[in-house]
C-alpha cells in the first residue's frame, strides 16, 4: 500500500538528509556536467545531462539511493518504464540482491533488454494493469521499492538539485522532465533546503499530460494517454500521494509537442553531441519555449535510452 505521509516526511527534510543521500549514491552515480547551449538567444541555458550517468540515466542516483536504505534487503520488486529498473538492478547486483521488475508492455525494447542483461526478472502487462501495480504497490512477489512516490527514492534526486546550486549560482529556473514526479520534487526540496529560491517548471508532452490538467482541475485528474516514442514521462494521472509535494513545489508546466521534442532530440544529437531519449529531449525543448521565462534556465537532460532505430529515424528527418 501507498506509504503514509510522503509529503510530510519530505518536507521535514533538511539539507543534511540531501547531503546524506548524496553521499549514499556517490559510488554509483557520477556528478554529471552542466553543459552551456549555445542557441538560448537571450535566455542562457545550461543542460544538465543526466544521460550520461552510468546506464544513462538519472535513475542510478534514485535506484542507489532506494537500496542503501532498505531496513530488511532481499528480494527486490518494482514498477518501472526501464529506467529506474536499470537503476535499481545495478544497485541490488552490486549488494547481491534479485530485482523483479514489473514493466509496461509498451516500453522501449532497448531498456527492458538492458534492465534483463542486468540480471532482473522482467514481467510485461499491459499499460493499464501496470499503472495498477505503480499506483498500489501490490505485486506479491518481494519487497517494493516505488520508482517515484519514496522518500529515499526523492531523496537521491536531490542530489541533482544540491549539484545545481554549486555548479551555478545564477540559476533561477530549472526545466524538469515530469513522468510521476519524483526528479521535480527532489530536485526542488533539495534547492529549498540549500536555500536557493529557484522557479521549478516541469515539462510534459502533449500525448500524455498528467500535471498540466491536474494544475488546472486543482487536483489529479484522469487524462487520455497516447503512446508516443515519447516513453519516459507520460501517464494517465498524477499519482494523489505525490500531489501535495507536485501541488507546492512546481511553479508552472509546460506541455511540449512531439514535433518540438523531436527537434530537441536532433538538436542534441547533431549540435551538442548528445544522445538524449524523448523525455530528456522534452526538457530542452521546453527551456527553448517563450512560454518558459528565466534568464539562468537548466534544462536535465533526464537520460539518454532512446531506441537506436527511433534515433535513427529522427537523424534523418522521419
Do not use: Y
Amino acid at each position: 500500500m501507498p506509504a503514509p505521509d510522503l509529503a510530510r516526511t519530505l518536507f521535514n527534510a533538511g539539507l543534511d538528509d540531501f547531503e546524506a543521500a548524496a553521499a549514499r549514491v556517490a559510488g554509483d552515480a557520477i556528478r554529471t556536467p552542466l553543459v552551456p547551449w549555445s542557441r538560448g538567444g537571450e535566455r542562457s541555458i545550461r543542460l544538465k545531462c543526466e544521460n550520461l550517468q552510468p546506464l544513462g540515466s538519472f535513475k542510478i542516483r534514485s535506484g542507489a539511493s532506494a537500496v542503501a536504505t532498505l531496513a530488511a534487503p532481499g528480494s527486490i520488486v518494482t514498477a518501472s518504464a526501464g529506467n529506474f529498473a536499470q537503476g535499481l538492478t545495478l544497485a541490488a547486483r552490486r549488494r547481491g540482491l534479485p530485482v523483479t521488475v514489473h514493466a509496461p508492455d509498451s516500453a522501449a525494447g532497448v531498456k527492458l533488454e538492458a534492465v534483463r542483461a542486468l540480471g532482473a526478472t522482467v514481467v510485461t502487462h499491459p499499460f493499464d494493469r501496470w499503472w495498477q501495480i505503480l499506483e498500489t504497490r501490490e505485486s506479491g512477489d518481494g519487497t517494493f521499492v516505488h520508482p517515484v512516490a519514496e522518500p529515499a527514492v526523492i531523496l537521491g534526486n536531490g542530489s541533482i538539485g544540491l549539484e545545481l546550486a554549486r555548479d551555478w549560482p545564477e540559476l533561477d529556473t530549472v526545466v524538469i522532465p515530469f513522468g510521476g514526479g519524483g526528479l521535480a520534487t527532489g530536485i526542488a526540496l533539495a534547492l529549498r533546503a540549500f536555500g536557493r529560491d529557484v522557479r521549478i517548471v516541469a515539462c510534459e508532452v502533449e500525448t500524455a499530460a498528467p500535471l498540466a490538467a491536474a494544475f488546472a482541475a486543482g487536483a489529479p485528474v484522469a487524462v487520455q494517454r497516447q503512446p508516443s516514442f515519447v516513453d519516459g514521462i507520460g501517464s494517465g494521472r498524477v499519482l494523489d500521494e505525490m500531489w501535495p509535494l507536485l501541488a507546492r513545489l512546481v511553479d508552472d508546466v509546460i506541455v511540449v509537442s512531439l514535433a518540438e521534442t523531436r527537434a530537441a532530440v536532433r538538436a542534441l544529437a547533431l549540435e551538442g553531441h548528445l544522445v538524449a531519449e524523448g523525455a530528456g529531449a522534452a526538457a530542452l525543448a521546453a527551456a527553448l519555449s517563450p512560454r518558459c521565462g528565466g534568464r539562468h534556465v537548466a534544462a536535465v537532460v533526464s537520460g539518454g535510452n532512446i531506441d537506436p532505430a527511433r534515433l535513427s529515424e529522427i537523424l534523418g528527418g522521419a
